[in-house]
């Protein structure tokens, strides 16, 4: 019997409603704008108030993905929620989320971490218990949730980021296919990026982490290509010339660029330098297949587990009814470290729903925040979680209407809509 299609049915984006200017904040921190800019690459960050945390954007990112999509909340018999900036050392926000968002009470819900390999661990899982006909016709909500904080005068400071992104796994999905056959994962224990119990900021070896990603991408190929030796993946669509976008976990955007490279030097066995002429043909399909798909990640930041999706999201808005059929890569990376890579191909009518998925107007709505301000947002986040913490007063940060954590009291979180 054939294996029913399976994959991603509906998404949407959430994000905190402040943001700084990357040539401010390198003004502020006597850098020159462009390295932040061109070199990390990246044109803007998404700062979360301390009245915004994981439950808020993910529960707005979910809310908007079954509007949107028009998805009764019934229909969803999982809720998975990746983090790694959960808000309760036991407590998983998924439960608050799942309150928040009115789903039954006949639904797995849980929390999964793995760094920024969380959600894509959750898609996973969401994807085997549909095709193990456990569902029963039930569909997975996955969302995607951090704010990622590496503290104020930091290395990693300009690779901050918060948002959420959720998905909708369902069987024949409106928006992608996901290729169940044929995948890649590796795991390597590695102190490149971890956040110790006592602490809101990463510790992170910055340019160690750089390599330990690659190195993780190299071994989920190796583990991919591997599969297509056996009969039932011949012949299917799998080096960067065969796929139609190649989709990264983008920290920042330069990262993407970078993975770029590597993907196509462990399909040639052999390492390119700048000088060499087959630099043209990399830099050419970087041009084709990834850079148009990173525009939302150049604004908001990194977002950790969501930030591949993002792209994703990036991709999907762009898409025309010419465009069914497109084979495309997905690779995540989670610090520690876990990864993964997925292919997915892009299902007939997805185009229809470009215009419901762009998040544009929504990042054009901001508030740019002076760095005076982002820095006094930083320390008033440090205290929000204490309990009875007068920082968590959404009248305080001049936010109108939306959800929001409005503190803790009785030592247990607090949610309100406002407006
Ligand atoms: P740094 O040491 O301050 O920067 O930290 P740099 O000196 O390496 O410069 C960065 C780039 O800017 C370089 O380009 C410079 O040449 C260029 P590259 O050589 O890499 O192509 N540059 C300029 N370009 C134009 N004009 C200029 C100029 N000056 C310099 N004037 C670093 C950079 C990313 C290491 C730091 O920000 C950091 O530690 N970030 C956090 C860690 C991170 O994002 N790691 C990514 C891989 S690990 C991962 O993705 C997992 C993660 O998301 C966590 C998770 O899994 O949960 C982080």
Excluded at 108 to 113: N, V, W
Excluded at 131 to 159: C, F, M, Q
Aim: aromatic share 8%.
């Amino acid at each position: 019997m054939d294996k029913p299609v399976v994959g991603i049915d509906a998404m949407a984006f959430a994000g905190p409603e402040c943001f700084v200017e990357m040539a401010a904040l390198a003004d502020a921190r006597g850098v020159d704008p462009n390295k932040y800019i061109k070199g990390i690459g990246q044109r803007q960050m998404a700062v979360a108030t301390p009245c915004e945390d994981t439950v808020t954007l993910a529960a707005e990112a979910g809310r908007k993905a079954l509007e949107a999509f028009g998805i009764d909340p019934a229909e969803i018999g999982t809720l998975v929620v990746g983090t790694e900036t959960g808000v309760d050392h036991s407590k998983p926000s998924a439960v608050y989320v799942h309150e928040l968002l009115g789903l039954p009470a006949r639904c797995r819900t849980f929390e999964t971490k793995h760094a920024c390999y969380g959600a894509m661990a959750g898609l996973t899982a969401a994807m085997d218990w549909i095709l193990s006909g456990r569902a029963k016709g039930r569909k997975a909500l996955i969302i995607a949730s951090d704010i990622a904080r590496y503290g104020v005068n930091t290395p990693g400071e300009p690779t901050q980021g918060a948002g959420a992104v959720a998905m909708v796994i369902s069987e024949n999905p409106r928006l992608l296919a996901l290729d169940a056959d044929l995948s890649g994962d590796f795991t390597k224990q590695v102190m490149d990026f971890w956040r110790p119990l006592y602490s809101k900021y990463a510790q992170v070896d910055g340019h160690y982490s750089i390599d330990c990603y690659l190195e993780a991408l190299e071994g989920c190929l190796d583990h991919a290509s591997e599969q297509l030796s056996e009969d039932a993946n011949q012949g299917k669509p799998f080096q960067i010339g065969e796929l139609d976008a190649c989709l990264y976990h983008v920290p920042f955007t330069k990262m993407a660029k970078k993975a770029h490279h590597r993907h196509r030097e462990t399909e040639l066995g052999d390492r390119v330098s700048r000088e060499d002429p087959r630099m043209a043909d990399i830099l050419g399909s970087y041009g084709a297949k990834v850079s148009p798909f990173l525009s939302l990640n150049e604004r908001v930041g990194n977002i950790y587990t969501g930030s591949v999706f993002l792209a994703m999201i990036d991709f999907l808005r762009q898409l025309g009814p010419e465009h069914a059929g497109q084979r495309l890569s997905l690779f995540s990376y989670g610090s520690g470290s876990g990864a993964a890579l997925m292919f997915a191909e892009v299902v007939q009518g997805a185009g229809d729903w470009s215009a419901t998925l762009d998040p544009t107007a929504e990042l054009d709505a901001r508030r740019a925040l002076s760095i005076a301000d982002y820095e006094a947002l930083c320390a008033a986040s440090e205290e929000a979680d204490l309990n009875n913490s007068e920082m968590a007063d959404p009248a305080r940060w001049g936010l109108g209407s939306g959800l929001f954590y409005t503190g803790t009291v009785d030592h247990q979180r607090r949610y309100a809509r406002i407006g």
